[in-house]
Nanobody
Framework: VQLVESGGGLVQAGGSLRLSCAVS????????TGWFRQAPGKEREFVAV????????YYADSVKGRFAISRDNAKNTAYLQMDSLKPEDTDVYYC????????????????????WGQGTQVTVSS
């Protein structure tokens, strides 16, 4: 399984970015898709996760109401729409997969995820 993130960049506070995660997997619909972020020297932090059906996404409190996770199973792609960005959102953002075919997945522990992308840098200037 290969995951490739894109869409990161530099944006001013209050701006928006949309991250994409292209997945090469035979059965993308059997995986929950999560987004995490990590700053140098810090632990990987949960951002959001969505089950295969795309219903009932789960968010970290720090991004709730500002970020939206979604997926397009026909394109094997997951997305993270980030609005009202703040300087504290500056991090490397990682896409991840968890083999799970249930309708609701809410695991925030990065150790529980099976596959990871290489990350994309998001920088929010004040």
């Amino acid at each position: 399984v290969q995951l490739v993130e894109s869409g990161g960049g530099l944006v001013q506070a209050g701006g928006s970015l949309r991250l994409s995660c292209a997945v090469s997997a035979l059965s993308f619909e059997n995986y929950a898709t999560g987004w995490f972020r990590q700053a140098p020297g810090k632990e990987r932090e949960f951002v959001a996760v969505i089950s295969w059906s795309g219903t009932r996404p789960y968010y970290a409190d720090s991004v709730k109401g500002r970020f939206a996770i979604s997926r397009d199973n026909a394109k094997n792609t997951a997305y993270l729409q980030m609005d009202s960005l703040k300087p504290e959102d500056t991090d490397v953002y990682y896409c991840s997969l968890k083999y799970y075919s249930g309708d609701y997945y809410y695991e925030a522990n990065s150790d529980e995820y099976d596959d990871w992308g290489q990350g994309t840098q998001v920088t929010v200037s004040s």
